[in-house]
């Protein structure tokens, strides 16, 4: 069921389905139109504006689009509870948390658990730190063998925490280049995780999504493209819901 909206221009916000969605208006200098997105956690809804649009020009599109945010409400996957025996997804795989509170600090994985001990307050910020640990050394393998193959030097490695984007290339051809993956990759499966990075390496070469780019990322990339992309599609969003 769809609800109201709020017209409070100071805290604009929308009800859809007995929740309350605050919005958050960005004005950008290069935006033409009104762009709407939900951020991946369902937490508010994000609206890109030109500088010359007016507050209740915003809550006017969301209004309009009150369905549409329920759909997209709909599809954002349940929060994962990290504590001891719940699982969770790594590399495509499932690890089941097991914590005790006199054990190790360090996180250690045996088989398909993984080992947690210090206090249950800091059980999450120290699985993620496992987590983008491990994201950066496999992220940086798969940019070394990209780069092989596409006859490329290996530029710097970083940890993206982009709510969006999945990765990006920046830095001159000759210099300075830098590719950054999204560290939550490290849950999905491997073949999602390298497409991407397969991407931003053909990106290094190629700055857009042209035929070239396109013929060069499918003689780089040793996988099935489309098997990414629709798993990506299907299931990104999942990989927000123990970390936001």
Known sequence: MIDWLRD??????????????????????????????????GSELRITMPQWGRTIDALTFAKARLAWIEEQLAKVPQPITLDDGEVLPFRGKDLTIRWNDSGRRKVV?????????????????????????EALLLLREDVTYYCERAGLDVPDVRLSRAQRRWGSCSGERTAGRTIRVNWRLVMAPDHVRRSVVAHEVTHLVHFDHSPAFHALLHRVFDGEIADADRWLKQHGRSLYAAFG
């Open 8 to 41: 409070d221009h100071q805290n604009p916000s929308v009800d859809v389905a007995g929740s309350t969605i605050p919005i958050a208006i960005r004005r950008h200098a290069r935006s033409k139109r009104l762009t709407m997105r939900l951020a991946p956690d």
């Open 109 to 133: 994985r045996d088989g398909d658990c993984l080992a947690i001990g210090g206090p249950r307050d800091r059980l999450v910020t120290r699985v993620q730190r496992w987590l983008e640990s």
